[in-house]
């Protein structure tokens, strides 16, 4: 069973790449707030 992070991901940049697209780009919670690894967020 999986537990989520406590914690948000940190360093969140969005980016525009056009006129309907963005990036987004994140650093991942603390180690300590992680919990397990990390497989994606929705």
């Given at each position: 069973?999986?537990?989520?992070?406590?914690?948000?991901?940190e360093?969140?940049?969005?980016?525009?790449?056009?006129?309907?697209?963005?990036?987004?780009?994140?650093?991942p919670?603390?180690?300590?707030?992680?919990?397990?690894?990390?497989?994606?967020?929705?």
């Open positions: 069973m999986s537990v989520v992070p406590s914690a948000p991901p360093v969140l940049d969005i980016t525009p790449v056009n006129a309907s697209a963005l990036v987004a780009r994140w650093k919670p603390p180690a300590r707030h992680q919990n397990g690894i990390i497989l994606g967020y929705q």
